[in-house]
């Protein structure tokens, strides 16, 4: 049984910074590119950032490029997303999956067919 479980989200101002983990479990994690998506109140989900199955390829989707940091360690079963500068806008659940399907986009949430309950972030103004 697959199992992902995301944590580190909180409430923030404006400005400030956290760190979001996903420890998955049930799939050999090494196997599988990952991404995280949020979704925001009344909204779609949408993509926020993806990464290679070994790490060395990475993604961003433009509104979070050169402030969030996606990375990952196989050895720990474990992803990470590293957030900066928050803005209000950036609040939303954000979730971690893996890609299970492999010819599949990385921006493209149907390609992700397993998801975790999410971590709520806020970033007040």
């Known amino acids: 049984q697959v199992q992902l479980v995301e944590s580190g989200g909180g409430l923030v101002q404006a400005g400030g910074s956290l760190s979001l983990s996903c420890a998955a479990s049930g799939l050999s994690f090494s196997s599988y590119a990952m991404g995280w998506f949020r979704q925001a109140p009344g909204k779609e989900r949408e993509f926020v950032a993806g990464?290679?199955?070994?790490?060395?390829?990475?993604y961003y989707a433009d509104y979070v490029k050169g402030r969030f940091t996606i990375s990952r360690d196989n050895a720990k079963n474990a992803g990470f997303l590293r957030m900066n500068s928050l803005k209000p806008e950036d609040t939303a659940v954000y979730y971690c999956?893996?890609?299970?399907?492999?010819?599949?986009?990385?921006?493209?949430?149907?390609?992700?067919?397993?998801w975790g309950q999410g971590t709520q972030v806020t970033v007040s103004s």
């Open positions: 999956a893996p890609k299970t399907q492999w010819s599949g986009s990385y921006y493209d949430g149907r390609a992700y067919e397993y």
């Open positions: 990464i290679s199955r070994g790490g060395s390829n990475t």
